[in-house]
């Protein structure tokens, strides 16, 4: 039976439509139904071995604040059974309304609840915590997740042990990530956290990278880029990383009509397998960055937000 790997996460929001991010154990095609009747239908996606869904939630009406499952082939898997935690909504603010903005960055993965915290309390723990125990209390219209939404060169002793099963660490770039499937890792490690979980899955989340997504310091100068690039790991990791980013936080912050015009996505979903699409994108923004947009604007009532990719896109010559 095919099931919820990581997510949902409730992304881009309007007053009519919705977007619910997740990924799946297998090819499928994931469903949101809201309470209220409104909702949609994606296939999956592949990239690199992982399956991906990415739907489209119409029909939503400004006011409301539907209550919504998810289901792949039909069958059930969100809420999750036993769940303590509130139903997951899509909050559609109505006309005239405050929208109340929660903002952040820098945010390791929280230990087990047998570990320690070297950086004291999760914030988004928190903040759920706080959320699910008064589902009336007063909650942000949207996350700003504003980079590092992972730390790609300091992981966790967890990932460290995972890491040590894959390959030897000895060899570089030792505890780092190294490809893919290890970044992956760290987007389970991270959104897997059963507060955070409910959380990023009922409020609604825009995000841009920073430099640890990547590694520290990522793009300080020409002469930084020169000293990486020598080494014989950094281009799998840095492609590695633009192409995690691109699945787990990009394709979220993109409107309906952005998607539908973007030619990474319709290549990706145009093919049994779009690793290739997505790898020659990163390649792209590595050689051209100029060419490669990760920058976006969103629009609440009469503001606007404009996120801007301050790493990738840097110009470097001296």
Known sequence: MVELRLGPLLRYTDSSCATVWAETSRP??????????????????????????????????????????????????????????????????????????????????????????????????????RLAADPHAERPDVLL??????????????????????????????????????????????????????????VPSFMIFDDHDIVDDWNT???????????????????????SYWVHQHLGNLSPTELAADPTYAAVRATPDGTDAVRALATQADTDPASVRFSYVRDFGRIRLAMVDSRAARVLRE
């Open 221 to 243: 100068s020409a002469a930084w880029l020169a000293d990486m690039r020598a080494t014989h790991w950094w281009q799998e990791r840095l492609l590695s990383g633009l192409m």
């Open 28 to 129: 499928c095609v994931a469903q949101v139904r809201c309470s209220n009747g409104a909702g949609g239908t994606a296939p999956t996606f592949q990239v690199a071995g992982h399956h991906y869904a990415l739907v489209t939630v119409t029909g939503l009406e400004p006011g409301t604040a539907p209550s919504y499952e998810v289901l792949l082939d039909d069958t059930p898997v969100w809420p999750l059974p036993d769940t303590p935690f509130p139903p997951s909504v899509i909050r559609v603010p109505g006309a005239g309304d405050t929208v109340r903005v929660t903002f952040g960055s820098c945010r390791w993965a929280a230990p087990p609840a047998d570990g320690k915290d070297p950086v004291g309390a999760d914030a988004l723990d928190s903040l759920a915590q």
């Open 145 to 202: 997740l504003l980079g590092d939404q992972v730390y790609a060169d300091e992981t966790s002793e967890a990932t460290r042990r995972w890491l040590a099963r894959r390959r030897d660490l000895r060899e570089p770039p030792g505890s780092q990530v190294a490809d893919y499937e290890e970044y992956c890792r760290l987007y389970h490690e991270s959104w897997l956290d059963p507060e955070v979980r409910w959380l990023l899955s009922t």
